[in-house]
């Protein structure tokens, strides 16, 4: 239906996140976003693999792990269950949840790194610069100098380093680099994201140290992989967790997926994703990924998140939410009020009170309760017989629901995921004013307009079928719900939506349940949930 349908295998990534800590809205946003992408994928019947999981060898999960009085492995682990509970809980599909600590991936990155010294791209060299420990990274001079040698993420001193490194030989791949961006619009997405890096680039690339030599007097230096043939040096993190993408999916049976469709970032680590990760595969003589969209951040109540405000939407606030209204809930509003332009979004009480009435309590949930209770009350619960209509007075039906599928692929297509997902909302919508214009609750009561309101019902039960279709992939356990109660046999793991949102899947006779509210309308009067751990 869209050029989705037409290719055969889609591969979506988060990034890896770092242990150092438990996960927060930050990581379960950007990992809901691949999820919908990838129901999405699936859905068009694309071949879809999702990748997440975390970074294990940074200098942080040293620090916190000294803390907590655990050695680095014991910390990492017991942070890697954390984010892999919170992802499932939240119902993410992902095919696999990579770890850089596990032996698939470390031997991987001494075989990339190995190969990329054979080529010439990785030499021994001597290094002074400015370093910024709070995101582990080193910074140009002119960078440091415009941020007052301060970090341009979190404000901090940049410590000057000299160290004796490998370096990568980035330099070496500017302009193939420079030109594959100009040549590819869609590389680098959003829009504003693309410029600031051409923006840099074309300030000219340098070489960047890819290791750390090991002292026996910091424990820092001792985690990580080791340099191939040189236990003197430890690979550097960054250049370790890029290397993800590739490891998780370099076997036989995965190799197919490669290239990457997609690589779902934050905006803090875009110039990793989109300079340096693609210069490495071009050493290695790999395809470079389709696209590297970098989204922005969440603000809590007009505020930026930060542990001494207290503000984060952390774990338990998380849970208080799903606990309220429900998981489906929660990931609807994240998916589609996050920060997928160039602005950050809001986590405030009221827009998600707001934002979950308007699209599923009062939308999709209301409509869907008017409908099934007609047809329990007129037709004793059993789907009407459209009589062979599918349109009514100026409703074409079939063609407003395919228009809606078409849209919803085409923009889901572009990584547009809330204007996909709007596309089911508006198709709701559009139920509830033909059943406001046409009134069949009036027509009833007359006996010889029965059949005319069975027409209408079917048409309206029909509509909230292909709208559910639309908007399973943020809302999978309400969509069933419907499916169920609509007597669907509905797998999206087995038929496209193409075929499923054909017109005319319902059929007359089968049982049409009213069941409990899909959605219960919130009091916006209401104060925000709290978590259990601040209510114990």
């Given amino acids: 239906m869209t050029s989705q349908s037409s290719q055969s295998t889609y591969y979506v990534t988060t990034p890896i996140y770092y242990v150092n800590d438990k996960p927060h809205i930050g990581h379960c946003y950007t990992t809901l976003v691949a999820d919908v992408a990838a129901r999405f994928a699936r859905f068009t019947g694309r071949d879809a693999f999702f990748l997440t999981g975390t970074d294990e060898h940074a200098e942080k999960v040293v620090e916190s792990a000294q803390k907590n009085s655990v050695t680095p492995i014991q910390w990492a682990d017991q942070n890697a269950a954390e984010f892999e509970k919170a992802f499932a809980d939240l119902n993410c599909s992902n095919d696999d949840f990579i ?35 709070s995101q582990e990274e080193y910074v140009t001079e002119n960078v440091a100098r ?67 030599a090991v002292d026996e007097n910091d424990p820092a230096s001792q985690w990580g992989i080791l340099m191939p043939e040189d236990p003197t040096h430890r690979i550097y ?25 997609v690589h779902l970032i934050a905006k803090d680590i875009l110039w990793f994703h989109a300079v340096i990760w693609p210069c490495m595969l071009m050493s290695l003589g790999l395809e470079l990924p389709g696209c590297v969209y970098a989204h922005s951040y969440w603000i809590r109540e007009g505020r930026k ?22 998981r489906d809930a929660f990931r609807w509003f994240l998916v589609t009020q996050g920060p997928m ?31 099934s209770n007609m047809i329990g009350k007129y037709f004793d619960g059993a789907c009407p017989d459209p009589q062979g209509r599918t349109t009514w007075d100026d409703y074409d039906w079939p063609a407003l629901a395919s228009a809606a599928v078409e849209n919803a692929l085409a923009r889901a ?33 007359d006996e010889s307009k029965l059949p005319d309101v069975g027409v209408i019902l079917y048409q309206c039960a029909e509509a909230l079928r292909i709208a559910s279709l639309i908007m399973w992939p943020a809302i999978p356990d309400r969509a069933a719900e419907i499916w169920k109660r609509f007597s669907c046999d509905i797998d999206p793991a087995r038929v496209s939506i193409a075929e499923l949102a054909q017109w005319g899947g319902l059929k007359p ?28």
Avoid at 106 to 125: C, F, P, S
Avoid at 306 to 312: A, D, I, M, Q, V
Avoid at 512 to 530: N, T
Wanted: glycine share 8%.
């Fill in 146 to 212: 415009e941020h007052d040698y301060k970090s341009p993420v979190t404000g901090r001193d940049l410590v000057k380093r000299t160290e004796r490194n490998y370096f990568f030989k980035l330099s070496a791949y500017q302009e193939q680099l420079l030109a594959h961006i100009e040549k590819n619009p869609g590389f680098i997405k959003p829009e504003g994201r693309r410029n600031e890096v051409l923006g840099r680039i074309r300030d000219g690339l340098q070489d960047v140290p890819i290791s750390r």
């Fill in 341 to 371: 332009g160039a602005n950050d979004s809001d986590f405030a009480h009221s827009k998600f009170v707001e934002v979950y009435n308007a699209d599923l309590a009062n939308g999709m949930g209301n409509a869907a309760s008017r409908v």
């Fill in 237 to 261: 993190v960054w250049i370790d967790a890029l290397i993800n993408y590739r490891s998780a999916v370099d076997t036989d049976e995965r190799r197919r997926y490669w290239p990457a469709d």
């Fill in 99 to 133: 770890r850089t600590t596990q032996p698939r991936h470390t031997e991987k990155v001494q075989a990339y790194i190995a190969r990329m010294q054979e080529k010439g791209d990785v030499y021994l060299g001597d290094y002074v610069g400015w370093f910024d420990p």
């Fill in 509 to 536: 006779g089968d049982s049409i349940v009213k069941g409990d509210p899909l959605f219960m309308r919130a009091d916006p009067k209401e104060a925000a949930p709290e978590p259990a751990e601040a209510s114990a």
């Fill in 413 to 445: 297509d572009e990584m547009d995921l809330p204007g996909a997902l709007a596309e089911g909302v508006k198709l709701a919508a559009q139920v509830d004013g033909f059943i406001h214009k046409t009134e069949p609750f009036k027509l009833a009561r």
């Fill in 305 to 326: 998140m930060s542990k001494s405000l207290g503000n984060f939407v952390d774990l338990p606030t998380i849970d208080a939410y799903c606990d309220k209204f429900g």
